[in-house]
């Protein structure tokens, strides 16, 4: 399974707009959330790869596959606040992992949560400043604040600084 990871992993940053990496990764974390005896173990799991879909979804521009899987998973998750707690749980045992804190700060915003978010955004970027995402929502929640505007141009900036190439965010950052 270790082997089968990093070469679904190789694909996914070869062409993140291939869904089959992100489809075999989905695949290697059902077989531990099959294997898993420890509920809050299988819960980080679960969160996990609820959280490398969201981002598969949106990096092969809403693939159809991805977005059956994507069902299913946030089904397995249940309610929003019990997605909430999951995910809080278990970025507290791995904090560093910015797809889950993307994932939790989405699922705050949906909430309509902006503060809770924002403060969980600014905590990523202190931990991974290079990390587009989180200077996404940094400049997207910062806006939703009415924050000074050159914070938000600096968060856009550094996103596609982070991320060349993507049409999509620097289609965002001019409308704003």
């Known amino acids: 399974l270790t082997e089968a990871a990093k070469i679904f992993e190789n694909g996914i940053e070869r062409d993140s707009a291939n869904p089959y990496s992100y489809l075999g990764q989905i695949q290697i974390l059902r077989q531990r959330i099959e294997r898993e005896k420890d509920p809050k173990a299988k819960g980080v799991l679960i969160a996990t790869s609820l959280s490398l879909l969201t981002e598969a979804y949106e990096e092969t521009h809403e693939s159809t596959m991805i977005a059956g899987e994507l069902a299913k998973v946030r089904k397995q998750l249940g309610l929003m606040d019990d997605g909430i707690s999951l995910i809080k749980q278990a970025l507290a045992r791995k904090p560093i992992d910015s797809r889950l804190r993307d994932l939790l700060i989405r699922f705050l915003v ?53 991320h060349k190439g993507d049409v999509g965010l620097m289609v965002e950052y001019a409308a704003f």
Not at 131 to 154: D, F, H, M, S, T
């Open 110 to 162: 949906d909430k309509g949560e902006f503060t809770e978010g924002l403060s969980v955004a600014i905590e990523g970027a202190k931990l991974d400043p290079t990390n587009w995402r989180i200077q996404r929502w940094l400049a997207r929640l910062r806006q939703k604040g009415i924050e000074n505007v050159n914070a938000v141009k600096g968060n856009y900036e550094a996103a596609i600084r982070h």
